[in-house]
T-cell receptor, first 113, second 108 residues
Framework: DGGITQSPKYLFRKEGQNVTLSCEQN?????MYWYRQDPGQGLRLIYY???????QKGDIAEGYSVSREKKESFPLTVTSAQKNPTAFYLC????????????FGSGTRLTVV | QKEVEQDPGPLSVPEGAIVSLNCTYS??????FMWYRQYSRKGPELLMY????GNKEDGRFTAQVDKSSKYISLFIRDSQPSDSATYLC????????FGRGTSLIVHP
């Protein structure tokens, strides 16, 4: 079955560490997105990519970085510059263009210890 | 002011009730609207999306958009305990903006 796979499901980060969250899709979707979800705040866009080797900052990109070297993969790195990284991170994809039916992964819960 | 406002709830209803979930939005440029359901500790799943004002029905779910009043609604008929989840509304003209989500509890 096609879908989006996020790993790991749970991740613990020490202060000052960079960590990378994985997002892989086998839907042949062109566009991929990273969202952060905090209690009571809804979904906030971190980065998005419409095509391979191109990506754009979202509303809260500071302290995060991404790459899009393959159509299927859109990893997110949470750097030590992100001062409050504890959150639920969601990856999504669409066919792009006028397709707004997002498919979401099951999320990664990141906790700073 | 957030672009999409949604009451967080929780909204508690008995099984079999008709549920009405609502959102308002402020950006008149929004061209499409969507509803997602999210179970605890899971990713959201798309329920419906629409481009136009009016109603769109899918099984027990009906999405309603009133662009003149910037109001988005989701109706759930014959609600079931399995409908207990957080419901996210969203809208946009390119990248969507989402509301905070409304927590729905359907008790037997």
């Amino acid at each position: 079955d096609g879908g989006i796979t996020q790993s790991p499901k749970y991740l613990f980060r020490k202060e000052g560490q960079n960590v990378t969250l994985s997002c892989e899709q086998n839907l042949n979707h062109d566009a991929m997105y990273w969202y952060r979800q905090d209690p009571g705040q809804g979904l906030r866009l971190i980065y998005y990519s419409q095509i391979v080797n191109d990506f754009q900052k979202g509303d809260i990109a500071e302290g995060y970085s991404v790459s899009r070297e393959k159509k299927e993969s859109f990893p997110l790195t949470v750097t030590s510059a992100q001062k409050n990284p504890t959150a639920f991170y969601l990856c999504a994809s669409t066919r792009g263009g006028l397709d707004y039916g997002y498919t979401f992964g099951s999320g990664t819960r990141l906790t700073v210890v | 002011q957030k672009e999409v406002e949604q009451d967080p709830g929780p909204l508690s209803v008995p099984e079999g009730a008709i549920v009405s979930l609502n959102c308002t939005y402020s950006n008149s440029a929004f061209q499409y609207f969507m509803w997602y359901r999210q179970y605890s500790r899971k990713g959201p799943e798309l329920l419906m999306y629409t481009y136009s004002s009016g109603n769109k029905e899918d099984g027990r779910f009906t999405a309603q958009v009133d662009k003149s009043s910037k109001y988005i609604s989701l109706f759930i008929r014959d609600s079931q305990p399995s409908d207990s989840a957080t419901y996210l509304c969203g809208g946009g003209s390119y990248i969507p903006t989402f509301g905070r989500g409304t927590s729905l509890i359907v008790h037997p």
